[in-house]
């Protein structure tokens, strides 16, 4: 079975400091990994994703991911955190089957600080 | 591209009555939606996945006589919430997905209030 864990369920940095967001999953067959934002009382919106192309994933808003298998992570960053970028944020996974169901980690909440 | 939309956004009913809410892919062809349900602070819950044409596939512990999904056309996909109580309260989203993709596209979610 597939399964996800996001490593702290509240980050808090700094406008302008470098951003972590930690995924770490479980899956028999070569996944297929999703980054997620959720802003307060509204919907989920797809940053990046992974499909067994390159190994790091550029998304929107300036935020990337590094597949590394050996690690079993797919780990979030984006460089220089904004204001705009506190949020919710989950990482999925999807190992094809099952319908293309997705697999959701608890997600994390990032905090931005002035 | 990949908008979907959801209908209403927000609604508040009476215990015991029932409550439809659509999803609509915008600008795809959606052979699999999703619906989902989250809580206050928590991650979201699968209910169900539905195919065009297909009967919905429930998740465990989701009661299919009460929450009833359609899926009638490629871009159309209603959830019905019958015999509502308060306990169904909740949020409410639904995504798409193209075949071939296994990425969602999600709804901007529903927030349901039963009194």
């Known amino acids: 079975a597939q399964s996800v864990t996001q490593l702290g369920s509240h980050v808090s940095v700094s406008e302008g400091a470098l951003v972590l967001l930690r995924c770490n999953y479980s899956?028999?067959?070569?996944?297929?990994l999703f980054w997620y934002v959720q802003y307060p009382n509204q919907g989920l919106q797809l940053l990046l994703k992974?499909?067994?192309?390159?190994?790091l994933v550029k998304g929107i808003n300036g935020f990337e991911a590094e597949f590394k298998k050996s690690e079993t992570s797919f780990h979030l960053t984006k460089p220089s955190a904004h204001m705009s970028d506190a949020a919710e944020y989950f990482c999925?996974?999807?190992?094809?089957?099952?319908?293309?169901?997705?697999?959701f980690g608890q997600g994390t909440e990032l905090s931005v600080k002035p | 591209g990949a908008v979907v939309s959801q209908h209403p956004s927000w609604v508040i009913c009476k215990s015991g009555t029932s409550v439809k809410i659509e999803c609509r892919s915008l600008?795809?062809?959606?052979?699999?939606m999703f619906w989902y349900r989250q809580f206050p602070k928590q991650s979201l819950m699968l209910m169900a996945t539905?195919?065009?044409?297909?009967?919905?596939?429930?998740e465990q512990g989701v009661e299919k006589d009460k929450f009833l999904i359609n899926h009638a056309s490629l871009t159309l996909s209603t959830l019905t919430v019958t015999s509502a109580h308060p306990e169904d309260s909740s949020f409410y989203i639904c995504?798409?997905?193209?075949?071939?993709?296994?990425?969602?596209?999600f709804g901007p979610g529903t927030r349901l209030t039963v009194t």
């Open positions: 992974y499909t067994s192309a390159a190994t």
């Open positions: 899956s028999s067959v070569p996944p297929y």
């Open positions: 995504s798409a997905r193209m075949t071939g993709f296994y990425e969602q596209y």
């Open positions: 600008d795809f062809q959606a052979t699999t």
């Open positions: 539905s195919n065009e044409g297909s009967k919905a596939t429930y």
């Open positions: 999925a996974v999807s190992d094809g089957n099952q319908g293309g169901k997705l697999i």
